[in-house]
C-alpha cells in the first residue's frame, strides 16, 4: 500500500503563482485547467485589466470553473472546450499570452510536444511558458511512473519548441515545476 506524502510535497498553487512575476493586465492561458485552481490563483494576480483563458477539454471542469469564478467575483475568466494535442485547437490567438501554463495535464498526453508547441504558439516574444507536472520516480502516490516525464525530458521537449529554459519553480516533492521564456 503506497504510504501518503506530507503536505510539502503537494501542489502549493498560490505560492507558486505567486512566484511567477504575474502583473495587472497580463494575458494567461491555463491550459488543460481541470477545476480551476491554477485558474482562480492566476485570474487574482492579473486583475481584472488581465484575462485568463481556462481551456480544458471537458466540459464539466470548464462548468466547474465558469461557476467558481462568477461566485467570486471575477469577471477576467473565459472558459474555452479545446484539444490541447491540435496546433490552433484552442483558437487563442498567434503571440497573444504573456504565459502560458500547463499544469498537471502532460502526463495523462502520448502527445506533449504538440501541447507545448500548441502553448508556445500562443505566447509572446517575452512570455513565459510553465511546465508542472508529476515528477518521474517521486514514489507510488498519483499516476504510475510510466506515465510521468523527467525534468531533462520536459526541458528537451521545450527546447526542440524554441523555449530557453529559465529556472525551476518549487513545486513540492511530487512535481517537477519549470519556466521557460520564449525568445
Known sequence: MAQIPGPGAFLDTGRIVSSLGLVAGMHVADLGCGSG????????MVGNEGIVTAVDIRQEPLDEVRAKTEAMGLGNVRAVRADLEVLGGTGIGENTQDFA???NVLF????KEAMIAEAVRMTKSGGRVVIIDWKKGAGG???????RTGEDEFKRMAEAAHLKFDRTLD???LYVGLLFIKP
Do not use: M
Request: no cysteine.
Open 37 to 44: 485552481f491554477f485558474t482562480v490563483a492566476v485570474a487574482r
Open 101 to 103: 501554463v500547463l499544469e
Open 108 to 111: 495523462q498526453s502520448k502527445k
Open 141 to 147: 502516490f498519483g499516476p504510475p511512473d510510466e506515465l
Open 171 to 173: 513545486s513540492g516533492q
